[in-house]
DNA sequence: TCATTCGTTGACTCGTCAGTCAACGATAGC
DNA sequence: GCTATCGTTGACTGACGAGTCAACGAATGA
């Protein structure tokens, strides 16, 4: 009847609730533990329904992963547009994943479990995809560089893996519950990160305090 | 005949024969990509041998973690006995690291692909284990504070996560070749974790150069 | 020399699960 | 109302691989 209900939205809307189902199956049991048949139950279809919208068990979680990443390349790209200080650049980086985490942990769950930290079976395929995340921020680490805002004797590729891979240790503390996880914490955790990893980059670093 | 030719002796010098293969095969394949027949005939013995020696597929991974982690945590506890500044015990940590990686790379590849960075499958068991690392990390960066060395603003935990974390980002980033790994390379890898941390821990920041 | 022990062998079993497929039924167009 | 389309169903298959087990044989000790 009306456009909404039409029979390539209704398919469309099915495809997103299976997609939605394997996150939070995903998150729950991780990717291998899981059956497809797991997945098909939490959406409330039959089994063979999640093969007319999906080729393989892998391309669901492939479809998971590059449409949150490619959200992340966006921002950080447009990001680095700003006409800002670097390290102005990686607060918002830093408060742009704490805050996906904090609105779908479920999704950034898999995404770090599953994929980024997951090199070796999966995220191989997306290693170059991945990759391009830590190219952009240390581009911007090199930008800051160049303007002298940042010291140079940390190279951008180095300064942007400590960068990465502290916010991805924090996600991942969450993720199982090694730090807690409080609004109050996942506030300050974007702050910390970013003092943590500036005044260490900074010209002449100084406590914040 | 000689003692080294014992029955016992050789029982054991085959259980490190599968052990070490185990390793090559898990460092190649993947914990889960590889047969359990795959080990067998790395180490060139009958697949039933394996099970003689390993009641699963889970107790090989599961021993050549352990064997490693605990010789981390004790070198970390030792480095904390010692009578130095912060700085120098984390330099220490951060060698001990980066050179068990340079003399066994495939060791330390399984140990952080297969183990620590797959918290959701296997080292979820491990978990504990896993933490008493960040903890004694964390006892050192909280001495370190207590005596005026490092700035108190940033919790010891999350100090902690920050400088793990690093470690094994830059780890991965060998393992996985997005960073150069020559002998220069993974030396001053050495003094640039370091001085990324401390110079934003540090109660004044100084850049080294 | 014979018997016991135990390291060693590899073919086999058995459960699991990704992916297939033939048939069903609701909607849309005629 | 009739037919074609296509979303939907779930039983089935085929491959794969972890773990078992019965039998073998080389040291050891009597």
């Not at 999640?50 to 992340?72: A, C, N, P």
């Not at 991945?130 to 805002?149: P, T």
């Amino acid at each position: 009847m009306a456009a909404s209900t039409s029979r390539s939205q209704a398919a469309a809307d099915k495809r997103r609730l299976i997609l939605d189902a394997a996150v939070r199956v995903f998150a729950r049991q991780g990717f291998h533990a899981c059956r497809v048949s797991d997945i098909a139950d939490e959406a409330g279809v039959a089994y063979g329904l999640v093969y007319h919208y999906f080729s393989s068990k892998d391309e669901i979680l492939d479809t998971v992963f590059l449409e949150r990443w490619s959200m992340l390349l966006h921002v950080i790209a447009e990001v680095d547009e700003r006409p800002v200080a670097a390290r102005e650049k990686l607060r918002d980086i830093a408060s742009f994943i704490v805050d996906s985490y904090v609105h779908d942990p479920d999704v950034m769950k898999v995404i770090i479990v599953e994929v980024t930290r997951a090199a070796n079976s999966f995220g191989r395929t997306h290693l170059a995809k991945i990759r391009e995340a830590y190219d952009l921020i240390a581009r911007i680490v090199a930008k800051g560089q160049a303007s002298g805002e940042l010291r140079t004797d940390v190279s951008p590729d180095f300064a942007a893996l400590a960068f990465y891979g502290t916010i991805e240790q924090v996600l991942t503390g969450w993720i199982f519950e090694l730090l807690p996880q409080t609004p109050r914490d996942t506030e300050s955790a974007k702050v910390q990160i970013v003092d943590t990893i500036c005044d260490g980059l900074d010209v002449i670093g100084l406590p914040s305090a």
